[in-house]
């Protein structure tokens, strides 16, 4: 008798989380992945978490997918968002960023040859090509002219200082943000 207890019991288990599943889902805003979401299987009661931030993304290396054009019109480094979208954003700076070196010439290279090396989405891999030049030979162009024009460039490797901003943008920053508004 036990046992049919216990089996009964385990199906109407199975039986609620496979009611609240689809529920769940429907009701989930398509927030790029910026919340998460748990069920209690025992008494299936819906718990949100807090909005994931840049940390979280780039501690975890999750999954980035976004629409970046819409953000970059939007102008996320003006403000002091760290969660949602923007923190995908940002942790997309810090990836990329920390596959940036100096190569023999001073010119900041990236090392970058496919979405999978920084977990992205292939648009959002596809917006990094088109508008970032990963080898470096755009700017040797440029800095032909400005050397021509007389102009002295010092490129320098991007500190740590930029790194931990970008995870956890300072006091100071902050207010520097919302002087700009």
Same mark, same amino acid.
């Given at each position: 008798?036990?046992?049919?207890?216990?089996?009964? *019991?385990?199906?109407? =288990?199975?039986?609620?989380?496979l009611i609240a599943i689809p529920g769940i889902l429907y009701a989930m805003p398509d927030l790029? +992945?910026? #919340?998460?979401? &748990?069920?209690?299987?025992? $008494?299936t009661d819906?718990?949100?978490?807090?909005?994931? &931030? &840049?940390? @979280?993304?780039?501690?975890?290396n999750l999954y980035l997918d976004f629409d970046v054009d819409s953000l970059v019109r939007a102008n996320p480094l003006m403000t002091d968002e760290v969660t949602g979208v923007e923190g995908q954003f940002r942790a997309l700076l810090y #990836?990329?960023? =920390? =596959? $940036?070196?100096? +190569?023999? +010439?001073?010119?900041?290279?990236? @090392?970058i040859k496919s979405a999978e090396d920084i977990n992205?989405?292939? =648009?959002?891999? *596809? %917006?990094?090509? $088109?508008?970032? @030049?990963?080898?470096?030979?755009?700017v040797r162009? *440029?800095?032909?002219? %400005? #050397?021509?024009?007389?102009?002295r460039i010092i490129s320098r490797e991007i500190n740590e200082a930029y790194f931990e901003n970008l995870l956890d943008p &300072?006091? +100071?920053?902050?207010?520097?943000i919302q002087s700009r508004k």
């Amino acid at each position: 008798m036990n046992s049919l207890l216990f089996s009964l *019991k385990g199906i109407r =288990r199975i039986s609620l989380l496979l009611i609240a599943i689809p529920g769940i889902l429907y009701a989930m805003p398509d927030l790029g +992945d910026s #919340r998460v979401v &748990t069920v209690n299987a025992e $008494t299936t009661d819906v718990v949100k978490a807090k909005p994931l &931030t &840049t940390r @979280d993304y780039v501690e975890q290396n999750l999954y980035l997918d976004f629409d970046v054009d819409s953000l970059v019109r939007a102008n996320p480094l003006m403000t002091d968002e760290v969660t949602g979208v923007e923190g995908q954003f940002r942790a997309l700076l810090y #990836r990329v960023g =920390r =596959r $940036t070196h100096l +190569d023999s +010439d001073s010119v900041r290279v990236v @090392d970058i040859k496919s979405a999978e090396d920084i977990n992205v989405s292939d =648009r959002v891999y *596809k %917006w990094l090509v $088109t508008h970032r @030049d990963f080898s470096g030979n755009s700017v040797r162009e *440029k800095r032909k002219e %400005w #050397r021509v024009k007389g102009y002295r460039i010092i490129s320098r490797e991007i500190n740590e200082a930029y790194f931990e901003n970008l995870l956890d943008p &300072t006091v +100071d920053q902050l207010e520097r943000i919302q002087s700009r508004k």
